[in-house]
């Protein structure tokens, strides 16, 4: 059976949820990708996937021109490879995939990873506008594959009667990860703890309020922001190290020297970065917002807080108590393997495919 992803925001944590995806549903299917290039998209992406995966790009601008053109530019592609089921990803995609698999009768299959009208940096007339299109394109496509619990109920409400909706969530290739991370060299002794974040310095992730947390441990806790470039983390303090965009190897082993993880962002569908640092067994201290209070149970695999104040002293506390991080640490790894391994979360996505697959034409 043949999946054709179409992928516009295809860097981060997108990349990693699709490339995960390739390699668990395997037995049966292939898989080809539509995307379109970021700035931060890595140049030797094809190495995170099978190598059978075959790669199409497709420019997918913003605009009403940019759009009709990816639009066709995406049902020629459907009609010349001939897929069974398009699987749309983020919501640029979602827009221009669904139109171009329902203008070529192929049923489809959308993931927001993170519904655009969720976002806090932009105007209130800007979300509504965004969740007027979301509701509007629900109606080209077959099923929504949710990742987040969030997510989920909030697809449930667009889709409408007649669609499916599935709660497929995040998950880590287990073996992969710990592969990568094994030949990393162990970090030194240190007097102090480290802690730190994983991606991209963007309104998402609220950089500020990460500096603000780092300020306040300053002298009790080093810092780092594993994929930040100086230019684009202005905001934080000099004392926070910005190692730069790194490529997945590299920046997972930068994760597995930290003691702590910190993520404050601001909304998500369901952070890769967060599952990752749960499966190297860290105790991940993050902003208590729907999708973060799904995946870590709050004095058991890591802390959730609503402010900075709240935040600091929280990782004060993990700095200060070198059991109760490993504790959650390991409260953390048990959490991912019991619930987010994606050989076995994944076969829902192969179930999803071949039910839509009978629906073709």
Same mark, same amino acid.
């Given at each position: ?90 919501? /640029? ?153 790194? &490529? ?33 067994? /860290? ?14 149970? &709050? ?7 609503? &402010? ?29 393997? &019991? ?20 629906? /073709?034409?």
């Amino acid at each position: 059976m043949h999946i054709l992803h179409i992928v516009e925001s295809f860097a981060a944590g997108c990349l990693t949820a699709l490339s995960t995806l390739c390699h668990a549903v395997r037995p049966g299917f292939r898989h080809s990708v539509a995307y379109a290039l970021r700035e931060e998209t890595p140049p030797d992406f094809a190495s995170q996937f099978p190598p059978d995966v075959e790669f199409h790009a497709v420019p997918m601008g913003v605009g009403v021109l940019p759009g009709l053109r990816a639009c066709r530019e995406l049902s020629a592609l459907i009609h010349g490879i001939r897929p069974d089921v398009v699987h749309c990803h983020s919501s /640029k995609a979602g827009v221009y995939g669904r139109i171009a698999a329902l203008h070529r009768h192929v049923p489809s299959v959308y993931t927001p990873h993170g519904f655009a009208f969720l976002r806090t940096d932009v105007a209130p007339v800007t979300r509504a506008a965004f969740r007027g299109v979301e509701w509007l394109v629900a109606r080209a496509g077959q099923a929504i594959a949710a990742c987040g619990a969030e997510e989920y109920v909030l697809s449930r409400q667009l889709a409408g009667r007649g669609r499916t909706v599935v709660f497929v969530r995040n998950a880590v290739e287990l073996p992969v990860l710990d592969a990568l991370v094994a030949s990393a060299p162990a970090r030194g002794a240190s007097e102090r703890v480290l802690a730190g974040t994983c991606g991209r310095a963007v309104p998402q992730r609220a950089p500020e309020l990460f500096g603000d947390i780092a300020r306040r441990l300053h002298g009790e806790v080093d810092w780092t922001w594993i994929g930040a470039t100086e230019a684009a983390a202005a905001c934080l303090p000099s004392h926070v190290t910005r190692t730069g965009w790194l &490529d997945r190897a590299a920046a997972l082993s930068r994760v597995a020297e930290l003691d702590i993880y910190v993520q404050t962002s601001r909304w998500e569908g369901l952070s890769y970065s967060i599952l990752e640092a749960m499966a190297l067994g /860290k105790p991940v201290v993050a902003t208590r917002i729907p999708s973060n209070e799904v995946v870590i149970e &709050d004095g058991v695999t890591g802390f959730l807080g609503n &402010d900075a104040a709240e935040l600091a002293e929280h990782v004060r506390r993990l700095s200060r108590d070198a059991g109760l991080r490993a504790r959650m640490g390991a409260a953390a790894r048990a959490c991912i393997a &019991d619930h987010y391994d994606a050989r076995r979360s994944y076969e829902a996505y192969a179930d999803l495919y071949r039910r839509l697959a009978r629906t /073709k034409g």
